[in-house]
């Protein structure tokens, strides 16, 4: 168990160094000059002023010292939890911003990945013992999981919000509220996060179904069904087996699947308006707010990071292989 | 399938057996209809919609009709035209990130695999760390630092960022083959590394390979769109993403002018969702256990 938690342990601390680099060198490597670009856009034509405003913001964001020390600079800086200034909501701090959108994002994708795979997995082993079933979930499955994740989103929005005026289609709560702790606002706040958890969850959900599906299908034409059928075990002891021997590689698929559902809720969240990271890193690009582009993107890999180690932590309780340390939980 | 032919298997090989398999399953069959119905259409379409895609030729709104099939936009472009553009840079964006993910993702997976050893471990290392990372936040920081952007510099850049999981089971399947007899036999003949690999090893798998490059390439239109819906899509070009793009910019969902972000999200939903019923039908055409006959 420890060669195992050593090793994941050491492949996610290299991902956030590389992750911490790219941030770092991008900016730094690409063609084009953020900091000029913002000069133009304020339009300063007096050059005395453009070289006095430049100097401010290469001092303001530490351009004027040698890249090495840039780079420990930026390390530096992250350990204290400064990701520097936004550009975009100019004098907060991109942490601030970033922890004022990451409770719309995280109320998003939590529930929605959790129960489209507890959902898709239920459906998947039943769609294995049932041909009717089968029949209806695999081409539904391939559907949901062909679909654009913004596409769904948008037909949702059109249809749940436009022609049938159930539910609001844009932003976190109605500008008419204030934020309080009252019913009304939480009932509002539950009807705007409706949709773009409802589409969330259906774009996930074929995938699983279909993995479980084949899993279980595949447990079943195995040794140890084969041997215990032929002891006689009834049916359903056979199929929990065969269920349980499945949720292995789910388990592991949940945590690789997270980053591709990460970009999906970025784009869902473009479509509603809805005031999580997804809506600010429009708005970064928009402006062109590079600090807290590259801020949104650390947090975001944090969080992936932070979620895989969990899922591992599930995978070696669930699996007792990986306790004994013997094969199993691949690394 | 209820055919009762069965092919004399002395005088036709196992590639024309695949053949012959694969042309009488109706997934493979119905999938690659509708994908490349709309290949042809991208690629044929544009020589006869002679005009410019972001032309402003009609009335504005206006739903479908005779004189514009899918209607035109707020700004009175050809929604058609657009559609038709858009298939072709998707279908592009595609092909190139599925070729350079696999290109990576096989000389990773066949490297370390075959050689094993330290050099396995640092490009394990490597596959893994390219897994964790989450693609399209990095892809949309990356293209967000290009100013001109095009169909061809997206789908390098899809490339480089999903090869990882080819090259984890190219990986796993040739740590298998590479103890086999013929391939030690292949060794004692003093040939290379590389033509081992590709004589010996690759054929071995080909089935496995064509159909990770099939979902390599719904991979990439699927991110290329969403990309393009972001606002990082080709300044030069139109995409079925940027046409889902504009039709959010301009409101199109409260106007109701569903003709504008419909057909794109057909189209992508149509060309992914046939890759990957192709690709079960394939599965059933090179695993004899899965024929329903």
């Known amino acids: ?331 | 399938m209820t055919t009762s032919v069965t092919p004399d298997a002395d005088v036709i090989g196992k590639r024309s057996e695949h053949l012959y398999f694969a042309l009488r399953n109706p997934k493979v069959v119905i999938g690659l209809t509708i994908v490349i119905g709309l290949l042809l259409l991208g690629v044929i379409g544009p020589f006869f919609l002679n005009n410019d895609p972001n032309e402003y030729i009609g009335p504005k709104s206006e739903g479908p009709s005779g004189d514009f099939w899918l209607g035109t936009t707020y700004f009175g472009q050809d929604v058609f035209s657009q559609f038709v553009h858009g298939l072709r840079s998707s279908y592009l964006v595609g092909g190139l990130g599925a070729v350079i993910a696999f290109a990576i993702g096989l000389s990773v997976g066949f490297t370390a695999g075959y050689r094993g050893g330290i050099v396995d471990e640092l490009l394990n290392m490597l596959t893994n760390v390219v897994l964790v990372l989450p693609a399209l936040a990095v892809l949309i920081v990356i293209s967000s630092y290009l100013e001109v952007r095009g169909v061809v510099s997206q789908g390098i850049i899809i490339g480089l960022f999903s090869w990882p999981w080819v090259a984890r089971a190219v990986r796993a399947q040739s740590f298998t083959l590479r103890n086999r007899d013929y391939v030690d036999l292949a060794k004692l003949t003093g040939k290379r590394a590389p033509q081992i690999i590709i004589k010996e090893i690759m054929p071995n798998m080909a089935s496995y390979l064509l159909m990770s490059v099939i979902l390599l390439f719904g991979g990439a239109i699927l991110f290329a769109a969403m990309l393009d819906f972001i606002g990082l899509g080709p300044t030069n070009a139109v995409s079925l993403g940027t046409m889902m793009q504009q039709s959010m910019a301009w409101s199109a969902l409260h106007l109701g002018l569903w003709w504008w972000f419909v057909p794109p999200g057909v189209a992508i939903t149509a060309i992914v969702g046939s890759l990957y019923i192709t690709n079960v039908g394939l599965d059933e055409v090179f695993n004899p256990k899965l024929r329903e006959m």
């Open chain 1, 1 to 331: 168990m420890g060669r195992y938690f050593r090793r994941k342990l050491l492949i996610y601390g290299i991902t956030f160094f590389i992750a911490v680099t790219i941030n770092f060198a991008i900016p730094r490597l690409m063609p084009g000059d953020p900091v000029a670009r913002m000069l133009s856009r304020n339009a300063v034509s007096n050059p005395e002023s453009s070289e006095a405003l430049r100097s401010y913001f290469d001092n303001l964001f530490g351009l004027d010292v040698p890249m090495w020390q840039q780079y420990l600079n930026y390390w530096g800086a992250l350990f204290q939890g400064d990701l520097g200034v936004s550009i975009f909501a100019f004098p907060s701090s991109v942490s601030s911003v970033v922890l004022d959108a990451l409770p719309y994002t995280l109320a998003l994708l939590l529930p929605s990945i959790l129960l489209s795979w507890f959902v898709g997995n239920g459906l998947g082993a039943m769609a294995a013992r049932n041909k009717l079933l089968d029949n209806t979930v695999l081409p539904i499955g391939y559907l949901f999981t062909a679909v654009p994740y913004m596409w769904l989103a948008i037909l949702l929005a059109w249809t749940g919000g436009i022609i049938l005026g159930w539910f609001p289609v844009a932003g976190g709560y109605s500008f008419a509220l204030l934020p309080a702790p009252t019913w009304t606002f939480f009932v509002d706040l539950v009807q705007h996060w409706f949709l773009p958890f409802l589409s969330l969850f259906v774009v996930a959900l074929g995938g699983w179904a279909i993995g479980m599906r084949n899993l279980v299908i595949y447990e079943l034409e195995s040794d140890y069904t084969n041997y215990m059928q032929a002891l006689g075990a009834p049916q359903r002891l056979v199929r929990r087996y065969a269920f349980r021997n499945a949720m292995l590689p789910q388990i592991s698929g949940l945590a690789l699947q997270l980053g591709v559902v990460v970009g999906g809720a970025l784009v869902t969240e473009a479509v509603f308006a809805y005031p999580g990271l997804g809506s600010l890193m429009l708005n970064a690009i928009q402006n062109q707010d590079f600090f807290l582009l590259q801020g949104i993107l650390l947090f975001i890999v944090i969080g992936v990071l932070l979620f895989n180690f969990l899922a591992d932590v599930v995978y070696v309780l669930v699996d007792p292989r990986t306790r004994l340390g013997l094969e199993g939980g691949q690394s």
